[in-house]
């Protein structure tokens, strides 16, 4: 009898886990996924700063909301600690579209203004932890829940070439900061082939990222925020959506 207990425990072993090798993640799996996609955020930003009146010190605040929009290129991976759940990392570089600017410039040459045009630059540099929820697998088929939360990095350039130090246009105005990126997304999987090797993932859902104390500096001054205790926050929280491939091994 007891042969043939543990030869019934041996055989129901062995088929769960031949039914989870036969699913499209299991634990075990290792996936490497590159992707492009586009987020779209509604922004909020918070400004402090003291000016002096008659010798008397007043503290300014603004609140702001706006939008902005970027590209994102990332790159995760993925381990699966069970057959329903992967650990991983992701990177994320953001190029943020921004507006060609305008500009002169008082040239002393001809005695006239140089009218030129200027685009400044604005990205985001993204590290993060994955746990993803496989709640959904087939074969070829997986739709994994992904909650992501890490480091984020953001610059901004103005990029005006004016760098006339008693102008205001501040040609080498840049602002800059470490903060925080976090998200929700659903990402479906389509594998391909008897192997099921390289498939496609999509991803769609929610990101965010928060930088509470960004610097700014201009053509003379490389920390503007210690002149007046400037203080400015800036929050981030859109939609995103994106394609790429997924490669498992």
Not at 191 to 203: C, D, I, P, S
Request: overall charge neutral.
């Amino acid at each position: 009898m007891k042969k043939i207990t543990l030869i019934a425990l041996v055989i129901c072993t062995s088929i769960s886990a031949t039914y989870a090798q036969d699913k499209a993640f299991h634990k075990g799996s290792i996936t490497i996924d590159p992707s492009i996609g586009i987020v779209v955020y509604k922004t909020k930003s918070h400004f402090e700063q003291d000016s002096i009146y008659n010798n008397v010190t007043v503290r300014s605040t603004k609140d702001d909301e706006d939008g902005a929009a970027a590209t994102i290129y990332s790159l995760t991976a993925e381990y699966g600690v069970a057959d329903w759940l992967g650990l991983g990392f992701r990177f994320g570089y953001s190029n943020y579209f921004e507006e060609t600017k305008k500009d002169s410039a008082f040239n002393f040459n001809t005695f006239k203004y140089d009218y030129y045009s200027y685009k400044p630059e604005a990205r985001s540099i993204d590290f993060g932890l994955n746990v993803n929820f496989h709640l959904v697998r087939g074969k070829r088929f997986d739709m994994p829940i992904c909650l992501t939360i890490g480091y984020s990095n953001f610059k901004y350039s103005e990029n005006n070439p004016d760098d006339d130090l008693s102008s205001n246009d501040n040609g080498n105005a840049v602002a800059k900061d470490n903060g925080m990126n976090y998200g929700i997304l659903l990402m479906p999987k389509i594998y391909f082939g008897e192997a099921q090797h390289v498939g496609l993932a999509f991803h769609i859902g929610y990101l965010g990222s928060n930088y509470p104390s960004i610097t700014t500096s201009n053509n003379s001054d490389s920390n503007l925020n210690d002149n007046s205790k400037a203080l400015f926050k800036l929050k981030g929280n859109g939609f995103n959506m994106g394609i790429g491939l997924s490669i498992k091994f």
